[in-house]
């Protein structure tokens, strides 16, 4: 593992180079997935989580990380600062979980993992509108809590619990 931090030269949007129905039909996967949770899905989890300010400063947040087998692709990460309104990210799953292994993402959202002060972390880079924010996470916590997502719904069967007739629904009325 190591502390260094993804490439940052690469301002440009994540768009940038794909497809434009590509992108409007992720889009639209991502909107028509956001059904009401019901039982089953996995247990929002707070997660014990850092803001890095400016080496070495970090300041904790309130997170929690929600997945929801209807939406299997992704997970909710909502960040809540103090007296700030509340962010939420989809964030794939696939990339937090390749993320504690290496280096992994581009663009908006980029992962590693990586040892603090002795301590095993996941390093999140958020990025939008010119704006970076870099998040630490408890590796260990992250892991667990991933891999209960996995017992709910096994990597490579995400595409059983989409409702497609949802989907394509969503991406007519468009």
């Given at each position: 593992m190591t502390n260094e931090e993804p490439d940052r030269r690469n301002d440009e949007p994540a768009a940038s180079g794909?497809?434009?129905?590509a992108l409007r039909i992720h889009r639209v996967l991502r909107i028509s997935m956001r059904?009401?949770?019901?039982?089953g899905h996995a247990t929002p989890r707070a997660l014990h989580i850092y803001r890095l300010v400016e080496h070495p400063l970090r300041l904790p947040l309130n997170a929690e990380f929600r997945f929801d087998t209807t939406s299997p692709f992704t997970v909710a990460a909502t960040f809540k600062p103090n007296g700030e309104p509340q962010v939420t990210w989809d964030i794939s799953r696939e990339l937090l979980w390749s993320g504690l292994h290496g280096k992994t993402g581009a663009g908006d959202v980029q992962t590693w993992p990586t040892v603090v002060a002795g301590r095993h972390v996941l390093r999140l880079r958020?990025?939008?509108n010119g704006v970076t924010a870099v998040y630490?996470?408890?590796?260990?916590e992250l892991t667990m809590w991933l891999e209960k997502t996995c017992e709910l719904v096994p990597p490579g069967e995400e595409t059983l619990h989409v409702d497609w007739d949802a989907f394509a629904s969503e991406v007519h009325r468009r």
């Open positions: 794909v497809n434009p129905l059904i009401p949770p019901t039982p958020l990025a939008a630490e996470v408890d590796l260990d």
